[in-house]
């Protein structure tokens, strides 16, 4: 059967991460991608956790528990080039915002392109950037537009970018991007 696209998403990521490896989770939320990619990368792995809410990042570390390999990031993951210095294996985005939290926060595509540009320089060949786009609301329409614009005029000596929807459902059904970096890109 064909995934649904959650499940999906995690599917791109454990095909390529391995313990060990250095892991970004571009919105934090309430943490389950935290964990789940913490739980990939195991305790000899790094995860970097980005958030502009406190209490997004807040409600994750109840989540995660005692698990020290994550490092919890009150900033925007435009910014995650200033915290993170290393190669990236892989990185999850979750657009949109917080699950029952404030709706008028939400992702943009001022701090959503810049940041998947600085993560892409930090990928290995190989990695990838996994974007779970949830476009049901205003801002949430203008940021797909312009990422798919965006996106369409990468390079494909650069990158392979897929794009993973169900056509067939209503109300503005999330969909994936996946970003593969090539080898000797």
């Known amino acids: ?30 943490g389950h991608d935290t964990k ?9 792995g ?11 990042l807040a409600n994750a570390r109840a989540l995660v528990g005692t698990m020290d390999h994550i490092e919890f990031i009150l900033d925007s993951h435009a910014n995650a080039d200033s915290y993170i210095d290393t190669s990236v294996k892989a990185a999850m985005f979750n657009l949109g915002y917080l699950p029952r939290g404030d709706q008028s926060i939400t992702t943009s595509h ?18 990838r950037i996994i ?39 209503k109300n503005d059904a999330p969909f994936i991007i996946c970003i593969e970096k090539n080898r000797n890109a």
């Open 110 to 127: 001022e701090s959503t392109m810049p940041a998947i540009e600085k993560i892409f320089n930090l990928l290995v060949d190989g990695g």
């Open 131 to 169: 974007i779970v786009v949830y476009h049901g609301h205003p801002a949430g329409k203008t940021e797909k537009d312009v990422l798919l614009e965006s996106l369409s005029k990468w390079s494909q000596k650069e990158a392979q970018i897929l794009k993973y929807q169900f056509i067939n459902q």
């Open 1 to 30: 059967m064909l995934k649904r696209i959650l499940p999906q998403a995690k599917i791109l990521a454990e095909e390529i991460i391995q313990q060990g490896d250095t892991v970004v989770d571009a919105t934090c939320g309430n």
């Open 46 to 56: 790094r995860v970097y956790s980005f958030d502009v809410q406190e209490q997004a």
């Open 36 to 44: 789940f990619l913490a739980a990939c990368t195991g305790e000899s």
